[in-house]
Nanobody
């Protein structure tokens, strides 16, 4: 069992930065791949970024490449999403998720545990 708690969301202006954190409970955190997804009002949940349990494999959706960075600290049971050059279209609730043995990091159905989400709002 893994419990996930996101933090770091908020209101930021166009071009600003935020750093999301996702703290995990459970001693097996280091064995899970971790992902960030987001969901805007009226839209489906979409993949943002993912990182393998070793940190050796990282994937991003095209719209955030070069702006967002995912990282993890297994000693702290925490995964991060550094978001720079934020745009109004990045506004959404951001969720972190843990996957035991994912075959496709980009599919939300591959993830076993989810956090409650944190709101990110980017004003123009």
């Amino acid at each position: 069992q893994v419990q996930l708690v996101e933090s770091g969301g908020g209101l930021v202006q166009d071009g600003g930065s935020l750093r999301l954190s996702c703290a995990a409970s459970g001693r097996t955190f280091s064995r899970y791949a971790m992902g960030w997804f987001r969901q805007a009002p009226g839209k489906e949940r979409e993949f943002v970024a993912a990182i393998s349990w070793t940190g050796g494999a990282i994937s991003y959706t095209d719209s955030v490449k070069g702006r967002f960075t995912i990282s993890r600290d297994n000693a702290k049971n925490t995964v991060y999403l550094q978001m720079n050059s934020l745009r109004p279209e990045d506004t959404a609730v951001y969720y972190c998720a843990a996957a035991n043995v994912p075959t496709n990091y980009r599919m939300h159905s591959q993830y076993d545990y989810w956090g409650q989400g944190t709101q990110v709002t980017v004003s123009s």
